[in-house]
């Protein structure tokens, strides 16, 4: 397996483990009062387009050649960390 294959790999397990998180973050919304129910479920909308950007990188860099896969996997960084800090933030102001 090359090295971009793992990379790809370990992308899309990190996307399960991120769909795992928003479900539980779901739930946690539907359990909510009304209003905030609703900045809940604002807030998770938000989350699943940045996870569907992170989806639409890493197809990206599936198919990319050896030239772009470079500059295509630093975008796919990025997004991914923007990602993970929204997440962070989405479930510590799920908990309070």
Do not use: C, P, T
């Amino acid at each position: 397996m090359s090295n971009r294959d793992a990379y790809e790999q370990k992308l899309r397990a990190k996307l399960d483990e991120l769909q795992a998180e928003v479900e539980k973050l779901k739930a946690r919304a539907r359990s909510a009062e009304a209003d905030a129910r609703i900045d809940r479920e604002e807030e998770i909308d938000r989350l699943e387009a940045r996870r569907e950007e992170m989806r639409r990188k890493l197809e990206e860099l599936r198919h990319s050649g050896d030239e772009a896969w470079d500059d295509i996997r630093a975008g796919a960084e990025r997004a991914w960390e923007s990602l993970s800090d929204a997440i962070e933030k989405a479930r510590s102001r799920f908990n309070k």
